[in-house]
């Protein structure tokens, strides 16, 4: 099979989903720009922040652009093969993810900004409302755990000889460009809120500028070699730090520089696929991969494997946290909510073409892989000689996701622990983002390196089950509205069919698990059968009282 077909009929399937089923989304919620969104009502200069929908897209796209449609497509891809991937990828993210973030983003601005578990106060009651915060809570240390872990890794030194005399090490200069990124980050941030220079202005020095860190990076590339513990902990410390900042000094001019930084991959990583001649080495279909069954069936572990590429929850939680406080008008919903997680299919598309064209090392890091196949995408322009510039600067992007969501996330982690514990002032967020990153501060302690291995499935499952969560509560909201609610409810259905099937196979594995041949406990296996157990009984709860309120009259449904 051709590979620049695949990939040029996945975009043109992408961009006929937009143009046709978001626009018919679009539709069914009525987005109506004289109504005036929270951005405007209750402008603060802090979280509340109208803000341009191109700056918005880019700071949207990487806060739920992370390690997900990344590492999940190439795990997925190693184990099943590419065609399963690439049909649910372009399936799911048009008619499930785009939808889920999409409507997810109209109905908190429909609610004052209030986020994804506060709507479900609203129509399902309060009990529904601190189930909800509770499973949030627990799907986003998942993120943080394997997005920390991820990061650290691909963060971390191997070294490997230039040529000649002189000793490039990937993880050191990927360590150099990243850190430095998040200070030009910074330095944009103080100089757009003081100084107020035009967008345009700022967009020619710093990305260029962000690019020129790339290659200091290659040349500094043993100034920061630190072990992978450490690197952990410090990614934490960030966390805490970014998470108690003001949007304008970090998130939105991070979160802008990265979106060209993610822009660039998906350029030069469509153009090298398109023109570099390269030939699928992947088989379409992984010979013993069972379709039904227990651990590594391709149903229903495909979906829960891939996560983030064609669905994900955890961006309702960044539609309803952040970016709700920031959109200036209803219709910048659609490129924004709609049109940012199409983005994110196709850089899944890129991701899983990176190991279609490879014949990865056994055990090879995702990020490894991914970073190695957009260096050679960069050398069908560029050549061989920028191979270290290349490799670096796919590595950097890949941290880039993650680095942005892993802000967002502690963030949203801070507001729930607030929200569900009365914490008020600064101490009460201080003690939120201290619990929300302590905890996979722990775990790490006792995994070590590659912890993220032990729970990238509970944390595929429950970013899913989240997902089908948020449609739920999106579609009783539409129901009460009086509008049309099949092409939300239908996909949450599904959605639950897949990651409960998916629970109940991992409760049995992790079951099996818990003692080593030795009869030694399994820490680990024991922490996440309780957490996926704990996931199950609160979805359940939430679907329960759903089933409850749609079956009252609508006069009497409130709660």
């Not at 077909?5 to 018919?24: D, H, I, P, Q, S």
């Not at 987005?31 to 209750?42: E, F, G, H, K, S």
């Not at 698990?513 to 296996?525: E, H, N």
Request: hydrophobic share 55%; net charge positive; aromatic share 12%.
């Amino acid at each position: 099979m051709s590979l620049p077909l695949l990939v040029l009929g996945m975009l043109a399937f992408l961009a006929l989903g937009y143009t046709l089923y978001g626009r018919f989304v679009a539709r069914q919620l009525d987005l109506d720009d004289r109504r005036a969104t929270p951005a405007v009502t209750q402008q603060d200069g802090v979280d509340f922040v109208p803000t341009r929908p191109f700056y918005l897209l880019g700071e949207h796209f990487s806060a739920i652009a992370a390690a997900g449609p990344i590492a999940g497509p190439i795990l997925a891809c190693q184990q099943f093969g590419w065609l399963p991937c690439l049909l649910w990828i372009g399936l799911g993210v048009v008619f499930i993810g785009a939808v889920h973030d999409f409507v997810s983003l109209v109905a908190s601005i429909r609610h004052k900004a209030a986020s994804v578990a506060e709507i479900v106060r609203e129509h399902l009651g309060e009990g529904a409302h601190r189930a909800l915060l509770g499973f949030i809570w627990l799907a986003l240390v998942y993120v943080i755990l394997a997005f920390t872990d991820i990061t650290a890794a691909t963060l971390t030194a191997r070294v490997g000889e230039a040529g000649g005399e002189s000793t490039y090490v990937q993880g050191g200069a990927v360590a150099f460009a990243a850190t430095a990124y998040l200070g030009l980050a910074v330095v944009m941030g103080l100089l757009q809120r003081f100084l107020q220079p035009p967008l345009w202005l700022l967009t020619l020095v710093f990305v260029p500028a962000t690019l020129a860190l790339v290659w200091l990076g290659t040349e500094a590339s043993t100034l920061m070699l630190l072990p992978h513990g450490t690197w952990a902990g410090l990614i934490l410390a960030y966390c805490f730090l970014a998470s108690l900042t003001p949007v304008w000094a970090l998130l939105q001019p991070r979160g802008y520089l990265g979106g060209f930084v993610l822009y660039l991959v998906l350029a030069v990583g469509t153009l090298g696929v398109l023109l570099g001649g390269f030939e699928v080495q992947a088989p379409a279909v992984r010979e013993g991969v069972a379709l039904v069954g227990w651990e590594g069936a391709l149903l229903p572990f495909l979906f829960v494997t891939i996560a983030c590429g064609a669905c994900s929850g955890f961006h309702g939680l960044v539609c309803s946290g952040t970016t709700s406080k920031q959109l200036a008008r209803e219709s910048h919903s659609h490129p924004v909510g709609y049109g940012a997680m199409l983005l994110e299919g196709f850089v899944a598309v890129i991701a899983l073409a990176t190991v279609m064209i490879a014949v990865p090392a056994k055990g090879q890091p995702p990020g490894d892989i991914y970073a190695q196949g957009i260096a050679r995408c960069i050398g069908v322009f560029a050549g061989d000689h920028a191979v270290l510039f290349a490799t670096t600067f796919g590595a950097m992007a890949f941290s880039t996701f993650i680095f942005d969501t892993l802000d967002v996330a502690t963030r949203l982690g801070r507001y729930l622990l607030q929200e569900m514990f009365g914490w008020k002032g600064r101490g009460g967020a201080m003690l939120a983002t201290a619990l929300t990153v302590g905890v996979p501060w722990l775990w790490l302690l006792e995994a070590g390196r590659d912890g993220y291995k032990t729970g990238w499935l509970l944390f595929g499952t429950s970013n899913q089950l989240l997902a089908a969560l948020t449609l739920m509560g999106v579609s009783v909201w539409l129901h009460r509205e009086g509008r049309r609610c099949w092409y939300t409810l239908l996909p949450s259905i599904f959605m639950f069919a897949v990651t409960f099937w998916s629970l109940a196979v991992q409760v049995r594995s992790l079951w099996l698990k818990r003692f080593a041949p030795d009869g030694s406990v399994q820490w680990g296996a024991w922490v996440n059968l309780a957490v996926a157990l704990g996931l199950s009984v609160l979805a359940l709860g939430l679907v329960r009282r759903a089933i409850v309120v749609v079956r009252r009259p609508r006069a009497q449904a409130a709660p």
